[in-house]
């Protein structure tokens, strides 16, 4: 299995372990996000970005476990700095900028463990 079909994997776990997880942890600034795009709509966002960010990295180096967090650490820093996705200003309110760029990096690097 290649990296970015193992990294789509990683979204729809990830996402649907979020939304399992953020009602307990409202601190996490999620539960507005995950009230507009919906329970099934989040996980195919979270998926779909995932294998998109995947492919992208695999089409300029063979991704490495350093490389693909770097890569989700500068990803991070677009969507916070650029407001990419404007439904998300809730968490990086909430979330300071290494912990998000932690979360940002940590996501791309899963994809290995299997």
């Known amino acids: ?9 990683v979204g ?3 996402d649907t372990a979020l939304q399992l997880l953020s009602p307990s942890f409202p601190g996490w600034g999620l539960q507005p996000y995950f ?3 919906g329970p099934l709509e989040s996980v195919f966002i979270a998926g779909g970005m995932m294998y998109g960010f995947a492919r992208a990295l695999e089409a300029v180096t063979e991704p490495t476990v350093l490389v693909a967090f770097v890569y989700g ?3 991070d820093f677009a969507f916070r700095g650029l ?3 404007p439904s998300l200003d809730s968490y ?3 979330l300071s900028v290494p ?4 979360w940002g990096g940590l996501p791309m690097v899963m994809a290995f463990a299997f």
Request: proline share 0%; hydrophobic share 45%.
């Open 35 to 37: 009230e507009l795009h």
């Open 1 to 9: 299995m290649e990296y970015s079909e193992k990294s789509f994997i």
């Open 83 to 85: 407001r990419l996705f």
């Open 73 to 75: 650490v500068g990803l």
């Open 99 to 102: 912990l998000t760029a932690l």
């Open 12 to 14: 729809v776990v990830g």
């Open 92 to 94: 990086y309110d909430s």
